[in-house]
């Protein structure tokens, strides 16, 4: 599979051998751009205030969630209304290890992708059986009866009133404030990236697209269903789990009231709008769904200096702009932002001469 | 199809990106005045409130109540002859919404102190707000804000749910007439909210006599409750505290009545309002709520002014209820906090002069506040009411459990 | 107690069939499941209140006014939103919906605001007692509604040329097309049928507890019954709101204790879990057989 990189026009590209067919960076202003992209995300916190940098922050930490619901849904074709769950017990995991075992942050992270990929793994058991619609509620009760046990185990994860963690260190740095915690997220996101990108690459990244495309034909052709739905629900719950570290890290406050079924079905939108099955996609949408709120309230707010009355009207109306948005692009791009971005750079591509 | 669907879509972003550039517009003009230095430049402070999500019922009045206040006391020259400016987001209580609204709020408008709402997103922010140095009142009264030294920006403008139910349970003792140990239960929700007065309580009960007899869990949105009641009746609990919302007390209140049920019903707070009347009607006669801040009929003097702002904006203080009073109240403690700050209006500035005041008198609106640098319990009496003829009646006057 | 228990199960859980059965009806026809069934009962116990207290209309024709509105609601959800879904993969269909569900909160929010409303007395307040176990009668009503709307739909199903014909559309939509049946005719009458039911649904709802925004909620509670029925079974929905609802006040009554309250919220769950495991469609959903 070609990964389609933003911003690089790919005409003209021949490829002489199966290693360069494969690889990631097939053009040479790919590198480049590549290179030119990473930098401006270097330069980002230097250039905005706080507040961007903590709206980054946010994004990062979002689309970390999303590239996992995304392997999951968009790659392997299982629904799961359980992700927020499955951040919860990454959250918690960070929470109480270094608490109440006194680990670091760091040594703790990890530690939290796994806890949740071994819980989302659990879950994932049924999906041999269960399809489609089914299996969309069988992960809605895996969400109830984490967050139930979430709440009662008040021993352990200190009921609804939740866990204080320090914030995390390298060294004397201490990662409290937006900018340096941006660092460390924009590290943690590029990671998740390019290893989605690789996944796809790779005999398990594809079987999981087989086991979307067709399981019975998959599991024909030599794949073990079961290890390879649960791999995916594990790997997804990682990815989750890694999420709600980072969360727990920059909030410094893990309650039960961060993972809630909303969480999950927001992360559901995020692919959605960015695109089922595209990594890009993940990073699009849960762009589009952090800035969304902030791009109606700063529209409210421009409109509100002319009409004052309709302000009030249009930050009611945010819940429904959510639904709406959802709806319209399920209806006229049901491939989201991303075959969006496709189609608008393959209308650049060779432009001014197409046809 | 699939090019309507394009040009459907790419409109969208259009306007996403017009919006953005909108949103970066009014950021220029909103920080120009902050560079100049002006000498009478307005005191900014947040909102952050629920007025369209799930709390929405009591958050919308709230708000309300709030911004109704710094409407007055601008219209009253403001605050040290400076303006108070309200900048407000509705997070619709989505606590994910809650932690973007406070980062827009402090590094985007630097505002100074923030008024906001919710146990669960003021209990998350409050590692952030230490950090940021900004004093937060909210309309949550949970115990574990109290903690100077984790909390040590969070203040209480009335008493905390705990000395509520410390202070029910204490009222519930003196009027005890019955022989033995009274016994007493709790209902609350599964949330931060309900549970944060449960342990609290528990243990001053059981150190004061009480036989604390049981817990009943029943969801914010539950139609029935009736296996908790009946669990009520087979553990013959003297005493019930609600920690709730009204529609959930509504919910027990209906039940206890259709089950012939003796306990008697204290509900905190957010249990206890004009609301519970009117949605469990008879069965709310003799129940008791614990109730911080005036009723809008009442006769005090604080009231004078709310009536005042109300007729100017050519309003009637019937429309309004209790949470109105409220917001106004936890607006006027602020915004003292901000007038003892002096001229020197920051985050640090006005938690010392929060903590400066000392019996500040709300009107009779609240109980009197005070702070201190150690303790940011604003006040520990409350009054209790019990329904007669679908109307709350005074029991008490202001009472402490010490 | 056990007895008290078992017959407050059995009436809530009448409350949860009626939902449930919203649910399934859609399915039925075709294949979706309707995550704004919540939004739809909404709209049902706004409209008949704001007919009852804004216009004075009579309860009986409130109820009957409200009914044709929903109809139309109905029909036009289905023409706008979920037409083009047809075909579509599972999850976009879930995704429109639950996009569907947040719309309607929205729009509803405009409308109405977010203030608790209460509905006048329309059902005697006063419980009934059989021999000891109380019961409300608002909950009465609806165990009777959803027994009349048991058998209503089964000999609908079973009998008539519409119900033969949405059973059609769902088996194999291909061959009900080439028999001269217009599926979307058949769509549109299932979605208006279903947000039918749950108008009758939040009109009870409202009865209970006033209305306000988190009602809508409940749609969310009962997928477990609709599941554990089976998607497709009507029988099911109802036999799964009973189960639900029984099981879920056994376990408050019986299990609170142990576990420090709250198993009632979470016991339809585990009981879906269990049944999932065992039976993946459900108690009477038909089991599809796959071929490669």
């Given at each position: 599979?070609?990964?389609?990189?933003?911003?690089?026009?790919?005409?003209?590209i021949?490829?002489?051998?199966?290693?360069?067919?494969?690889?990631?960076?097939?053009?040479?202003?790919?590198?480049?751009?590549?290179?030119?992209?990473?930098?401006?995300?270097?330069?980002?916190?230097?250039?905005?205030?706080?507040?961007?940098?903590s709206v980054?922050?946010l994004?990062?930490?979002?689309?970390?969630?999303a590239?996992?619901?995304n392997?999951?849904?968009?790659?392997t074709g299982?629904?799961s209304?359980?992700?927020?769950?499955?951040m919860?017990?990454?959250?918690?995991?960070?929470?109480?290890?270094?608490?109440?075992?006194?680990?670091?942050?760091?040594a703790?992270?990890?530690?939290?992708?796994?806890?949740?990929?071994?819980?989302?793994?659990v879950?994932?058991?049924p999906?041999l059986?269960?399809?489609?619609l089914y299996?969309?509620i069988?992960?809605?009760a895996?969400?109830?009866?984490i967050?139930?046990?979430?709440?009662?185990?008040?021993?352990?994860?200190?009921?609804?009133?939740?866990?204080?963690?320090?914030?995390?260190?390298?060294?004397?740095?201490?990662?409290a404030?937006?900018?340096?915690?941006?660092?460390f997220?924009?590290?943690?996101?590029?990671v998740?990236?390019?290893?989605t990108?690789?996944?796809?690459?790779?005999?398990?990244?594809?079987a999981?697209?087989?086991?979307r495309d067709?399981?019975?034909?998959?599991?024909v052709m030599?794949?073990n269903?079961?290890?390879?739905?649960?791999?995916?629900?594990g790997?997804?719950?990682?990815?989750?789990?890694?999420?709600?570290?980072?969360?727990?890290?920059?909030?410094?406050?893990?309650?039960?009231?961060?993972?809630?079924?909303?969480?999950?079905?927001?992360?559901?939108?995020?692919?959605i709008?960015?695109?089922?099955?595209?990594?890009?996609?993940s990073?699009?949408g849960?762009?589009?769904?952090i800035?969304?709120?902030i791009?109606?309230?700063?529209?409210?707010?421009?409109?509100?200096?002319?009409?004052?009355?309709?302000?009030?009207l249009?930050?009611?109306?945010?819940?429904?702009?959510?639904?709406?948005i959802?709806?319209?692009?399920?209806?006229?791009?049901?491939?989201g932002?991303?075959?969006?971005?496709?189609?608008?750079?393959n209308?650049?591509?060779l432009?001014?001469?197409s046809y | 199809?699939?090019?309507?669907?394009?040009w459907?879509?790419?409109?969208?972003?259009?306007l996403?990106?017009t919006?953005?550039?909108a949103?970066?517009?009014?950021?220029?003009?909103?920080?120009?005045?902050?560079?100049t230095?002006?000498?009478?430049e307005?005191?900014?402070?947040?909102?952050?409130?629920?007025?369209?999500g799930a709390?929405?019922?009591?958050?919308?009045?709230?708000?309300?109540g709030?911004?109704?206040?710094?409407?007055?006391?601008?219209?009253?020259?403001?605050?040290?002859?400076?303006?108070?400016k309200?900048?407000?987001?509705?997070?619709?209580y989505?606590?994910t919404?809650?932690?973007?609204?406070?980062?827009?709020?402090?590094?985007?408008?630097?505002?100074v102190?923030?008024?906001?709402?919710?146990?669960?997103?003021?209990e998350a922010?409050?590692?952030?707000?230490?950090?940021?140095?900004?004093?937060?009142?909210s309309?949550?009264?949970?115990?574990?804000?109290?903690?100077?030294?984790?909390?040590?920006?969070?203040f209480?403008?009335?008493?905390?749910?705990?000395?509520?139910a410390?202070?029910?349970?204490k009222?519930?003792?003196?009027?005890?007439?019955?022989?033995g140990?009274?016994?007493?239960?709790?209902?609350?929700?599964?949330?931060?909210?309900?549970?944060?007065?449960?342990?609290?309580?528990?243990?001053?009960?059981?150190?004061?006599?009480?036989?604390?007899v049981n817990d009943?869990?029943?969801?914010?949105?539950?139609?029935?409750?009736?296996?908790?009641?009946?669990?009520?009746?087979?553990?013959?609990?003297?005493?019930?505290?609600?920690?709730?919302?009204?529609?959930?007390?509504?919910?027990?209140l209906?039940d206890?009545k259709?089950?012939?049920?003796?306990?008697?019903?204290?509900?905190l707070?957010?249990?206890a309002?004009e609301k519970?009347?009117?949605?469990?009607?008879?069965?709310?006669?003799?129940?008791?709520?614990?109730?911080?801040?005036?009723?809008?009929?009442?006769?005090?003097?604080?009231m004078?002014?709310?009536?005042?702002?109300?007729?100017?904006?050519?309003?009637?203080?019937?429309d309004?209820?209790?949470?109105?009073?409220?917001?106004?109240?936890?607006?006027?403690?602020m915004?003292e906090?901000?007038k003892?700050?002096?001229?020197?209006?920051?985050?640090?500035?006005?938690?010392?002069?929060?903590?400066?005041?000392?019996?500040?008198?709300?009107?009779?609106?609240?109980?009197a506040?005070?702070?201190?640098?150690t303790?940011h319990?604003?006040?520990e009496?409350?009054?209790?009411?019990?329904?007669?003829?679908g109307?709350?009646?005074?029991?008490?006057?202001?009472?402490?459990y010490? | 107690?056990?007895?008290?228990?078992?017959?407050t199960?059995?009436?809530?859980?009448s409350?949860?069939?009626?939902?449930?059965?919203?649910?399934?009806?859609?399915?039925?026809?075709?294949?979706?499941?309707?995550?704004?069934?919540?939004?739809f009962?909404?709209?049902?116990?706004?409209?008949s209140?704001?007919?009852?207290?804004?216009?004075?209309?009579?309860?009986?024709?409130?109820?009957?006014?409200?009914?044709?509105?929903?109809?139309?609601?109905?029909?036009?959800?289905?023409?706008?939103?979920?037409?083009?879904?047809?075909?579509?993969?599972?999850?976009s269909v879930?995704?429109?919906?639950?996009?569907?569900?947040?719309l309607?909160?929205?729009?509803?929010q405009?409308?109405?605001g977010?203030?608790t409303?209460?509905?006048?007395n329309i059902?005697?307040?006063?419980?009934?007692?059989?021999?000891?176990?109380?019961?409300?009668?608002?909950?009465?009503?609806?165990?009777?509604?959803?027994?009349?709307?048991?058998i209503?739909?089964?000999?609908?199903?079973?009998?008539t040329?519409?119900?033969?014909?949405?059973?059609?559309v769902?088996?194999?939509q291909?061959?009900?097309?080439?028999?001269?049946?217009?599926?979307?005719?058949?769509?549109?009458?299932?979605?208006?049928i279903a947000?039918?039911?749950?108008?009758?649904?939040g009109?009870?709802?409202?009865?209970?507890?006033?209305?306000n925004?988190?009602l809508?909620?409940?749609?969310?509670?009962?997928?477990?019954?609709?599941?554990?029925?089976?998607?497709?079974?009507?029988?099911?929905a109802?036999?799964?709101?009973?189960?639900?609802?029984?099981?879920?006040?056994?376990a408050?009554?019986?299990?609170d204790?142990?576990?420090?309250?709250?198993?009632?919220?979470?016991?339809?769950?585990?009981?879906?879990v269990?049944?999932?495991?065992i039976?993946?469609?459900?108690?009477?959903?038909?089991?599809?057989i796959?071929?490669?």
């Amino acid at each position: 599979m070609r990964f389609k990189f933003p911003f690089v026009m790919d005409c003209g590209i021949f490829t002489t051998s199966y290693k360069e067919d494969m690889a990631v960076l097939y053009a040479p202003a790919a590198k480049i751009k590549v290179a030119a992209i990473i930098a401006l995300f270097l330069v980002f916190p230097l250039l905005v205030n706080d507040y961007f940098t903590s709206v980054a922050n946010l994004v990062a930490i979002a689309v970390i969630g999303a590239l996992g619901l995304n392997i999951l849904t968009g790659f392997t074709g299982q629904i799961s209304i359980g992700h927020g769950a499955f951040m919860g017990v990454g959250a918690y995991t960070v929470g109480v290890l270094t608490t109440k075992l006194g680990l670091s942050f760091w040594a703790a992270l990890p530690l939290a992708g796994f806890m949740a990929a071994m819980v989302g793994a659990v879950f994932g058991i049924p999906s041999l059986r269960l399809k489609g619609l089914y299996l969309a509620i069988a992960t809605l009760a895996a969400q109830v009866i984490i967050e139930y046990t979430i709440i009662h185990w008040t021993g352990l994860t200190g009921g609804s009133a939740g866990i204080v963690i320090q914030p995390p260190k390298i060294g004397s740095i201490s990662l409290a404030k937006d900018k340096e915690f941006y660092y460390f997220a924009f590290l943690l996101t590029l990671v998740a990236v390019v290893a989605t990108v690789n996944l796809f690459r790779s005999r398990v990244g594809r079987a999981f697209m087989a086991v979307r495309d067709r399981d019975l034909a998959a599991s024909v052709m030599g794949i073990n269903l079961l290890q390879y739905k649960v791999m995916a629900f594990g790997l997804s719950a990682f990815y989750a789990g890694i999420a709600g570290a980072l969360l727990a890290g920059y909030q410094r406050v893990i309650t039960p009231e961060n993972f809630t079924v909303d969480v999950s079905i927001q992360y559901l939108a995020m692919i959605i709008i960015g695109g089922l099955g595209s990594v890009m996609g993940s990073i699009y949408g849960a762009v589009f769904i952090i800035l969304m709120p902030i791009g109606i309230r700063a529209a409210a707010g421009f409109v509100g200096t002319f009409f004052p009355d309709i302000q009030n009207l249009l930050l009611a109306a945010q819940t429904g702009f959510f639904g709406l948005i959802v709806i319209l692009f399920l209806i006229f791009e049901p491939e989201g932002l991303a075959k969006l971005w496709n189609d608008v750079k393959n209308y650049f591509r060779l432009w001014p001469f197409s046809y | 199809m699939r090019y309507k669907g394009f040009w459907v879509v790419l409109l969208c972003i259009c306007l996403a990106v017009t919006l953005v550039a909108a949103g970066c517009g009014k950021k220029e003009t909103a920080t120009e005045p902050a560079g100049t230095e002006a000498p009478k430049e307005p005191v900014k402070i947040g909102g952050i409130f629920d007025i369209t999500g799930a709390t929405g019922d009591v958050g919308a009045p709230y708000a309300e109540g709030a911004k109704a206040y710094v409407d007055y006391i601008n219209s009253k020259g403001g605050v040290n002859g400076r303006e108070v400016k309200l900048i407000d987001i509705d997070y619709a209580y989505d606590k994910t919404k809650a932690l973007e609204a406070y980062n827009r709020l402090v590094k985007q408008d630097k505002v100074v102190a923030i008024l906001g709402w919710g146990t669960g997103d003021t209990e998350a922010l409050k590692q952030i707000i230490a950090t940021d140095k900004i004093p937060y009142i909210s309309g949550s009264y949970s115990e574990g804000l109290l903690d100077i030294n984790v909390c040590p920006y969070n203040f209480l403008v009335a008493a905390s749910y705990s000395d509520q139910a410390r202070t029910a349970l204490k009222w519930a003792k003196d009027n005890w007439k019955g022989t033995g140990k009274p016994k007493v239960a709790f209902v609350y929700n599964d949330t931060p909210f309900g549970k944060s007065p449960v342990a609290d309580a528990k243990k001053y009960a059981t150190d004061n006599g009480f036989e604390v007899v049981n817990d009943e869990v029943v969801d914010l949105k539950a139609l029935d409750a009736t296996t908790q009641i009946l669990d009520l009746k087979k553990n013959k609990a003297d005493f019930a505290i609600v920690q709730g919302t009204s529609n959930l007390a509504s919910i027990v209140l209906k039940d206890a009545k259709k089950n012939g049920l003796a306990t008697k019903f204290i509900g905190l707070n957010w249990a206890a309002d004009e609301k519970i009347v009117k949605l469990a009607g008879d069965a709310a006669e003799g129940y008791i709520g614990v109730v911080p801040f005036a009723f809008p009929y009442e006769d005090v003097a604080g009231m004078a002014a709310i009536k005042e702002y109300l007729a100017s904006k050519g309003q009637k203080i019937e429309d309004k209820n209790q949470k109105f009073v409220q917001g106004w109240a936890s607006t006027m403690v602020m915004c003292e906090g901000v007038k003892l700050a002096g001229d020197n209006v920051t985050g640090e500035a006005i938690k010392s002069g929060l903590e400066s005041l000392a019996a500040f008198d709300t009107g009779g609106l609240s109980n009197a506040v005070t702070f201190t640098a150690t303790s940011h319990r604003g006040s520990e009496k409350v009054r209790l009411a019990e329904v007669k003829s679908g109307k709350f009646e005074y029991l008490t006057d202001w009472i402490g459990y010490k | 107690m056990l007895v008290q228990l078992l017959v407050t199960g059995l009436v809530v859980g009448s409350i949860y069939a009626l939902v449930a059965l919203g649910f399934v009806l859609i399915y039925k026809a075709s294949d979706c499941i309707n995550f704004a069934q919540g939004e739809f009962l909404l709209v049902g116990a706004y409209v008949s209140l704001w007919m009852i207290t804004s216009y004075h209309i009579p309860f009986l024709a409130a109820i009957f006014l409200t009914l044709c509105i929903s109809l139309l609601l109905g029909i036009l959800v289905e023409r706008l939103v979920l037409r083009p879904f047809i075909g579509e993969p599972v999850i976009s269909v879930i995704m429109a919906t639950i996009g569907l569900s947040s719309l309607m909160r929205g729009i509803i929010q405009l409308l109405w605001g977010t203030e608790t409303r209460i509905f006048p007395n329309i059902f005697p307040q006063t419980p009934v007692t059989f021999g000891g176990v109380v019961v409300s009668q608002v909950y009465l009503w609806s165990l009777g509604l959803a027994i009349l709307l048991l058998i209503f739909f089964s000999l609908f199903f079973k009998f008539t040329t519409t119900g033969i014909v949405m059973r059609a559309v769902a088996d194999d939509q291909q061959a009900a097309l080439s028999m001269g049946i217009s599926v979307k005719k058949t769509f549109a009458i299932t979605w208006a049928i279903a947000a039918l039911v749950a108008a009758v649904g939040g009109i009870l709802l409202g009865n209970i507890n006033g209305v306000n925004s988190s009602l809508a909620h409940l749609g969310l509670k009962v997928l477990p019954v609709a599941i554990l029925g089976g998607l497709d079974s009507i029988p099911g929905a109802i036999l799964g709101g009973f189960i639900i609802g029984v099981l879920e006040n056994l376990a408050g009554g019986y299990l609170d204790p142990y576990f420090g309250g709250g198993v009632k919220e979470v016991m339809p769950f585990v009981i879906l879990v269990v049944i999932l495991l065992i039976r993946p469609y459900g108690l009477f959903g038909k089991e599809i057989i796959e071929r490669v």
